[in-house]
C-alpha cells in the first residue's frame, strides 16, 4: 500500500512561512491526485490543495487561495506545500493523501475538489501563534 511521510511543521508567528514536504513511496497503484488537508482541534478535516496527477492542475479552498501554493517534484513522488502569510486559524495538522483510482476498500475518506482522497499519511504539526 501507499506509504505519505510529511514533514516541515513547526511553530511560526503570523504573517511567516513554513514549506511542507510529503514523500510519496510503497504502491505501485496509480492514483488520480495528491492533495493537502488538514484538522483543528474540535474541528473536521478540511481540504486545502491538490494536484491533479495526469495534468497537474490545481485546486485550492477559498480560505488559502493566494497564500499557500502546491507543487510537485520532478520525479513525482514528493510534494510540498509552501505555506506564506500565515494566519492563527492556519494552526492545524497537515495531512497528506492520494486519491486513489482503485477500490477505495474500508477506509475514511474526503470528497475534495472533484477527488475522493482515502490514503493518508500521519500528518505534521503546524502552529501559528505570536
Known amino acids: 500500500q501507499v506509504q505519505l511521510v510529511e514533514s516541515g511543521g513547526g511553530v511560526v508567528q503570523p504573517g511567516g512561512s513554513l514549506r511542507l514536504s510529503c514523500a510519496i513511496s510503497?504502491?505501485?497503484?496509480?492514483?488520480?491526485?495528491i492533495g493537502w488537508f488538514r484538522q483543528a482541534p474540535g474541528k473536521e478535516r478540511e481540504g486545502v490543495s491538490s494536484i491533479t496527477t495526469s495534468d497537474g492542475s490545481l485546486f485550492y479552498s477559498d480560505s488559502v487561495k493566494g497564500r499557500f501554493t502546491t507543487s510537485r517534484d520532478n520525479n513525482k513522488n514528493t510534494i510540498y506545500l509552501q505555506m506564506n502569510s500565515l494566519k492563527p486559524e492556519d494552526t492545524a495538522i497537515y495531512y497528506c493523501a492520494t486519491a486513489p483510482s482503485g477500490p477505495l476498500g474500508n477506509t475514511d475518506y474526503v470528497d475534495f475538489g472533484g477527488w475522493i482522497f482515502a490514503r493518508w499519511g500521519q500528518g505534521t504539526q503546524v502552529t501559528v501563534s505570536s
Open positions: 510503497g504502491s505501485t497503484a496509480d492514483h488520480y491526485a
